[in-house]
């Protein structure tokens, strides 16, 4: 039997000068973004926090009659010093841990090897496994981010007070400056992406808050040293989507082993309660607040956070997502590449509205025809 041959396939002609200009251009904004990344980032804090304050200067000044400046220096101010407390208490309580470590690195390497000798596992692969050496490093790195963080708190601040001064006018400046037409897309845009930033930020704050006192509390019932340490921790990590939660639940667990080795029990009830609290909050109760907040896949997230991650680091994680979600809406505002905003979301919006015909009524399924 002959196959029937196939037409032959034309090759595409492809623009390499386009090609070009555009992998030159990712280049150039990659090494801006990575150079600037001293002011960039305090811009970028800047404008999500101001996403998040501006209803409470918008309240002080409509409802309280304050005066704009004062409304804004005041909300400004409160959340300096809010920033500037807790980010002093993190560096004391992390270095606290940092100086008390090494008596427990001792007990974990010991119980390392104890274990790896019952398991016959090879010496080189227990040390590429003990992560005990890496905890101290992983801490105070983590403070010296919280110091540098306040540092950079005065650029964030000055740029938001200009920010929220200049959010009440700036639909009118874009009425003046574009169409009518594109003014109305633009506001549209601002609009959309200010209303579900600043809800997700909003409602992701509150589950952190409740992630760091669930752990708090469960670790010191259960008797874990630095327990407080540890749901702080939980709650700064847990910014990080997906990631932050397990890094998160590592150090008090190696904790728990280290106080009550050789027994291993009490570790395992810490695992087991952490697994518990993340899983409950992260499954059940988040996407019962986010609702359709976040349209995003997880794939796009995990790429974003590891993108980045490694451009600015912890701070460019606790970015990640804020940055899909504002790249996303932009995209589905313009009709050339709305597909690919589409191709950014979870897809779960998508399946409400055209279900799979096994399981669609009998009302929605097409009639069949003889």
């Known amino acids: 039997m002959n196959m029937p041959e196939l037409p032959a396939l034309r090759p595409q002609r492809i623009n390499t000068t386009a090609l070009s200009l555009g992998i030159l251009a990712v280049i150039a904004v990659g090494f801006v973004l990575k150079v600037a990344q001293g002011v960039v980032i ?3 804090i800047a404008w999500l926090l101001s996403y998040l304050l501006a209803p409470v200067v918008t309240f002080l000044v409509r409802r309280l009659r304050f005066p704009a400046p ?3 220096a005041g909300v400004v101010m409160l959340l300096l ?4 407390g807790a ?3 993190i560096h004391q309580r992390l270095l606290a841990f940092a100086k008390a470590f090494p008596a427990y690195q001792v007990k974990l390497s010991a119980l390392y090897a104890y274990y790896g000798s019952e398991l016959n596992v090879p010496s080189s692969v227990l040390k590429d496994l003990d992560l005990t050496a890496q905890i101290g490093p992983l801490v105070l790195r983590t403070s010296r981010f919280f110091i540098a963080f306040i540092t950079n708190a005065i650029l964030v601040m000055i740029f938001l007070v200009f920010m929220l001064l200049a959010k009440p006018f700036a639909n009118e400046k874009l009425r003046a400056a574009f169409t009518p037409e594109r003014a109305d897309t633009l506001i549209a845009l601002t609009n959309t992406i200010s209303r579900q930033i600043s809800a997700y930020l909003g409602a992701l704050f509150v589950i952190s808050l409740v992630t760091g006192l669930l752990v708090w509390g469960v670790l010191a019932w259960i008797g874990v040293e630095f327990a407080f340490t540890w749901g ?3 709650f700064v990590l847990n910014f990080v989507p997906t990631l932050g939660s397990i890094v998160a639940s590592i150090p008090p667990v190696l904790m728990a082993l280290a106080q009550h080795a050789p027994d291993i029990w009490p570790a395992v009830g810490v695992a087991a309660a952490l697994f518990v609290i993340q899983q409950t909050l992260g499954n059940f109760i988040a996407p019962k607040i986010y609702g359709d907040r976040l349209n995003l896949s ?3 997230i995990l790429l974003f956070l590891v993108f980045w991650g490694w451009l600015w680091g912890v701070t460019g994680a606790l970015l990640a997502v804020p940055i899909a979600a504002a790249i996303q809406i932009a995209l589905a505002h313009i009709p050339a ?11 779960k919006r998508y399946a409400k509205k055209n279900p799979p015909p096994e399981n669609r009524t009998a009302e929605e399924r097409p ?3 003889e």
């Open 298 to 300: 997880p794939v796009v």
């Open 87 to 89: 980010g002093l208490v």
């Open 232 to 234: 702080l921790l939980a």
């Open 42 to 44: 305090p811009l970028l």
């Open 70 to 72: 004062l409304a804004v």
């Open 81 to 84: 010093l809010a920033s500037w």
């Open 367 to 369: 009639a069949h025809r």
């Open 337 to 347: 590449l709305a597909p690919l905003a589409v191709l950014m979301g979870s897809g």
